[in-house]
Structures are given as C-alpha cells and as structure tokens.
C-alpha cells in the first residue's frame, strides 16, 4: 500500500493531497515511507479534539487520540528539515479558507524554488498547510 503511496501523483497531477490520520499508524507499521513525502499538520484545539473523541468512544486512549504518533512524525519530518514543518489550526481554515488555500501556491512554489516538483508538490501528505 505505501508504494502506491510515494508513487506518481494520479493523473499527473503537480499536487496530490493525501490525507492521512495518525491514529491509524499503528506500532507494528513502519514509518520510512513517510520521509518519501512532504507533510504539513492540519490539527485542533486539543480539548475540543478530546470532547469530540469522548462522546464518540467513552474508553479511548492516548492511542485512539492519534496525539503521539503525530508527535512522532513531526518530530521525525522536524529532524528531517531541520526547522518545524507547517502546522496549522482547523480552526484557522475555517475563520479565513482562502488564505489557507493559498498555501498551496506556497508548496508549488517551493517546489519551482527547490527544482524537486515530483518529491515536493507531487506528494503532500498529513495535511495541507497554511503556508502564506
């Protein structure tokens, strides 16, 4: 599966969003694939996330919050950059979607700057970012 996922974007396309949710990388996967691709944070309030989770599962934990593993990921996309990765708050997409949108202009071009097209604006994972 993770190599359809660091392939080509579909349809040739300059920009492939993919969304992934870190609670769904469980410790047995592995995580090398990820370097594979450019990643921004789309992420919420922490205590309205918990609200929201607990209504829906009384029991969950730590784990089900998908809060360490997104800190894993950052932490290793952090390293690999050597500065912070783009983290944005949902609920600044909502309060201004066009500026978030813009970010996307930001990425291609990073993309232009960098020469790296297909490593860089073909393969956005985790979320997109604000980046403007």
Do not use: N
């Not at 492939?16 to 370097?35: F, I, S, T």
């Not at 919050?65 to 990765?85: D, K, N, S, Y």
């Not at 970010?103 to 980046?131: C, N, S």
């Amino acid at each position: 599966m993770t190599e359809a996922l660091v392939g080509p974007a579909p349809g040739g396309r300059a920009i492939w969003y993919q969304k992934h949710m870190a609670h769904h990388l469980l410790p047995v996967m592995g995580r090398a694939w990820l370097d594979q691709l450019t990643h921004a944070f789309l992420i919420r309030e922490p205590d309205e996330m918990l609200a929201s989770l607990l209504r829906t599962y009384p029991q969950a934990g730590l784990a089900d919050t998908g809060l360490p593993q997104q800190w894993e990921i950052f932490e290793r996309v952090a390293e690999r950059l050597g500065r912070a990765p783009p983290v944005v708050l949902s609920s600044d997409v909502l309060r201004d979607p066009v500026r978030c949108r813009r970010g996307i202009h930001g990425i291609r071009a990073l993309a232009a700057e960098t020469g790296d097209a297909a490593g860089i604006a073909a393969r956005i994972a985790v979320r997109l970012p604000a980046l403007v």
